[in-house]
């Protein structure tokens, strides 16, 4: 990745402090920093975790949170005062890169994108200096372990649509109503929640971002098996669950400003390196290609250059929008265009790899996928099985994280200037 293309000069501070990075060769100072900690920290043989049986990840990826703790690369965007490495949004993104290249997460287990990525950011920018110090800390630990809960059955894209509520009882917050498709709900222990804390406030307004413990009686977490046998995602159900009055990021009926800062760091947060991943899958399915004899044909050959195309249209898209970061803008709408571009991207290349196997993708066949969403990570199986499952949830790409419709509307409305679409009007009742 040439991070020649973005100017500017941000020094580092904390456990990974080094030389400022910006330009090329400070930038390679820190990235050569890295692999030196990937080298003497990951095994001599080391092929990538998607290498690992199901088994030894359970073993090995606990551990590798112990060793990136211990070594200062979690909650690497954090400040230094809240336990962070307080690096600047260059160097996070090189040193993403560098752990995805490695075949190795930055955050391991299933419940630290949530926390690291996505409440403890929308903490720092919204939260009160009691709940940075009660909660950073703890996703630091590991003791608490997040899940966010957005969707529901009828506000999926339509985020604002929400009917979960939330009064104030004997001064707690009283939450009824159902969430679904929270990504690893099952192992979370505690949830940040959008509600409705003001019925008489329609559509965005009146909401309020509650942070809920999970284990309490009034909250039921129920898995969903998918289609590829797996339960990666679950659904809510509250009823008179109870969280702390002083438990809501930002001012209350501010909810739906706090929740799309918090989508901002979900969608561009790792825009620079969010190719990277999709590269390392790529070139897995060009040696598959090679093991079926099929590298000359000229039609398969279109396909992955289109495919070659999308993932480094991807990478230019993130250095444009790291530029305008280290500028100082906040992530826009071009980060709608990432997440459209890789999804359907994914989408298109797991449909060319069932393509390849022919018959052979309807046998249940060789170690499976090594990550349930998303690409699989350096070293996983070029298997029937693996790649059977990356198509399925591949489809499911399109529509989590708001649906490829709606990031169109979000690029026509927010970048194109076209006239908005006219929204329907919900009954209420």
């Given at each position: 990745?040439?991070?020649?293309a973005i100017?500017g000069?941000?020094?580092?501070?904390?456990?990974?402090?080094?030389q400022p990075i910006?330009?090329g060769?400070?930038?390679?100072?820190?990235?050569?920093?890295?692999?030196?900690?990937?080298r003497?920290?990951?095994?001599?043989?080391?092929?990538?975790v998607g290498?690992?049986?199901?088994?030894q990840?359970?073993?090995?990826?606990?551990?590798?949170?112990?060793?990136l703790?211990?070594?200062?690369?979690?909650?690497?965007?954090?400040?230094?005062?809240?336990?962070?490495a307080g690096l600047s949004?260059?160097e996070q993104c090189?040193?993403?890169?560098e752990?995805?290249?490695?075949?190795?997460p930055?955050?391991p287990?299933?419940?630290?994108p949530f926390?690291f990525?996505?409440?403890?950011?929308?903490?720092l920018?919204?939260?009160?200096?009691e709940?940075?110090r009660f909660?950073?800390?703890r996703?630091?630990s590991g003791?608490?372990?997040?899940?966010?809960?957005y969707s529901?059955?009828?506000a999926?894209s339509d985020?604002?649509?929400?009917r979960?509520?939330?009064?104030?009882?004997d001064d707690?917050w009283?939450?009824n109503?159902?969430k679904v498709?929270?990504?690893a709900?099952d192992?979370?222990?505690?949830?940040f929640?959008?509600?409705r804390?003001?019925?008489d406030?329609?559509g965005?307004?009146?909401?309020s971002l509650?942070?809920?413990p999970?284990d309490?009686?009034?909250?039921?977490?129920?898995?969903?098996?998918?289609?590829?046998?797996?339960s990666?995602?679950c659904?809510?159900f509250f009823?008179?669950?109870r969280?702390?009055?002083?438990?809501?990021?930002?001012?209350r009926?501010d909810?739906a400003r706090?929740?799309?800062?918090?989508?901002?760091y979900?969608r561009?947060?790792a825009?620079?390196?969010?190719y990277?991943?999709?590269?390392?899958?790529l070139d897995?399915?060009?040696?598959l290609?090679?093991d079926?004899?099929l590298?000359?044909d000229?039609?398969?050959?279109?396909r992955v250059?289109?495919?070659?195309?999308k993932?480094?249209?991807?990478?230019?898209?993130g250095?444009?929008?790291?530029?305008?970061?280290v500028s100082?803008?906040?992530?826009?709408?071009e980060?709608?265009?990432?997440?459209l571009l890789?999804?359907?991207?994914h989408?298109?290349?797991?449909e060319l790899?069932?393509?390849?196997?022919?018959?052979d993708?309807l046998?249940?066949?060789?170690d499976?996928?090594?990550?349930?969403?998303?690409?699989?990570?350096?070293?996983?199986?070029?298997?029937?099985?693996?790649w059977?499952?990356k198509?399925?949830?591949?489809?499911?790409?399109t529509?989590?994280?708001?649906?490829?419709?709606i990031?169109?509307?979000?690029?026509?409305e927010?970048?194109?200037g076209?006239p908005?679409?006219?929204?329907a009007v919900?009954?209420?009742?």
């Amino acid at each position: 990745m040439r991070h020649d293309a973005i100017r500017g000069t941000h020094p580092a501070r904390g456990p990974l402090a080094g030389q400022p990075i910006g330009s090329g060769p400070d930038s390679d100072t820190l990235r050569e920093r890295v692999r030196r900690f990937l080298r003497e920290s990951l095994p001599a043989d080391w092929r990538g975790v998607g290498a690992l049986s199901e088994q030894q990840r359970s073993v090995f990826l606990p551990a590798w949170r112990d060793t990136l703790r211990a070594s200062g690369y979690l909650g690497i965007s954090w400040p230094v005062q809240y336990g962070g490495a307080g690096l600047s949004v260059l160097e996070q993104c090189v040193v993403q890169e560098e752990f995805v290249l490695a075949g190795v997460p930055l955050l391991p287990l299933p419940n630290d994108p949530f926390g690291f990525s996505l409440i403890g950011p929308t903490l720092l920018r919204w939260g009160t200096e009691e709940q940075k110090r009660f909660f950073l800390p703890r996703i630091l630990s590991g003791e608490h372990r997040w899940a966010q809960g957005y969707s529901e059955p009828e506000a999926g894209s339509d985020l604002f649509g929400l009917r979960t509520s939330a009064e104030v009882v004997d001064d707690e917050w009283v939450i009824n109503g159902q969430k679904v498709w929270q990504t690893a709900g099952d192992t979370a222990n505690w949830i940040f929640t959008l509600t409705r804390t003001e019925p008489d406030r329609p559509g965005s307004r009146g909401l309020s971002l509650l942070l809920i413990p999970i284990d309490q009686a009034g909250v039921e977490v129920r898995p969903i098996r998918t289609m590829t046998g797996h339960s990666e995602f679950c659904e809510v159900f509250f009823s008179d669950a109870r969280t702390a009055i002083g438990n809501v990021v930002g001012e209350r009926g501010d909810g739906a400003r706090v929740a799309l800062t918090l989508l901002g760091y979900e969608r561009g947060a790792a825009s620079g390196a969010a190719y990277a991943g999709y590269r390392v899958e790529l070139d897995r399915l060009v040696g598959l290609i090679a093991d079926r004899g099929l590298q000359d044909d000229p039609l398969i050959r279109q396909r992955v250059a289109r495919c070659w195309s999308k993932v480094e249209i991807t990478r230019l898209l993130g250095l444009e929008i790291m530029s305008a970061i280290v500028s100082g803008a906040a992530p826009d709408a071009e980060s709608s265009l990432i997440k459209l571009l890789l999804s359907e991207h994914h989408a298109e290349l797991t449909e060319l790899a069932t393509d390849i196997l022919g018959m052979d993708v309807l046998l249940v066949g060789g170690d499976g996928a090594a990550a349930e969403i998303g690409p699989d990570p350096l070293g996983a199986p070029n298997s029937p099985a693996a790649w059977q499952q990356k198509f399925l949830t591949a489809r499911a790409g399109t529509i989590y994280g708001g649906s490829s419709q709606i990031q169109r509307n979000t690029l026509g409305e927010q970048l194109l200037g076209l006239p908005r679409e006219p929204r329907a009007v919900r009954s209420r009742g």
